[in-house]
């Protein structure tokens, strides 16, 4: 069996769109969460002695255990025993009830005690090239994907005037996607994983693709209100 090897070096890592990210790192002073993050981060599933596990992106190159991290910072009678998630799906639901100040209150805790880097660096920090790097959403509810991402796709195999008529019937209608599922386990893989190609084939269609997660359930959404619903992307 044929198989390929997948070229996009960037990472799956989930790219959240607001990660509360300020100069005023938190509260935690007055006995509240954390209002803040000390810096940006992102979130992602990376594998760690074997099992997936979330993780932290701070500065492009370090992965923090999340449950790990939490476990550490609970043993300060400061801040309160909290549960963790388990993937993804479970944070995107509890972020914003309450799980993202503790995210905030973990990662200002690292750099408060200088435990990203240095001597003082915690032992459930990681660089990124020492994980493997999984999908952050391993088995997503739905998996919806927009066709013609790309104009030079719009029509394969055809001639330049049916590629240029396409494509003008695409920008056209630009605001009414073709949408299609695709299945929601099987269909994602990992950074660096293998594609396979199916007997009788010898090459796959590509694209680079940009995937919105929506953290929050709706229908019939305007565009005005769509970033409401979206809680971060992922390449």
Known sequence: MMKRRHLISLGFLLFILQTGCGSEAADESNGGPATASSEPFKLGTFEVNGQPRLGIVLRDNLVVDLVSANTALQKNPSFSEIPMPSDMLELIGSYESGLKHRLYEIVND????????????????????????????MY???????????????CEGCTAEQLAERTRQRQENRGVPYLFLKPTRGAIIGNGDDIVIPYGRDRIE??????????????????RRAYDYVFGYMV
């Open 206 to 223: 590509w694209e680079v693709e940009l995937a919105i997660v929506f953290g929050t359930e709706g229908k019939y959404i305007s565009a």
């Open 110 to 137: 690292l750099n408060h005690n200088n435990g990203l880097e240095g001597p003082g660096k915690s032992d459930f920090v990681y660089e990124v090239s020492d994980l493997r790097t999984l999908p952050p959403i």
């Open 140 to 154: 997503p509810s739905k998996n919806m994907n927009a066709a013609v991402n790309f104009y030079t796709h719009a």
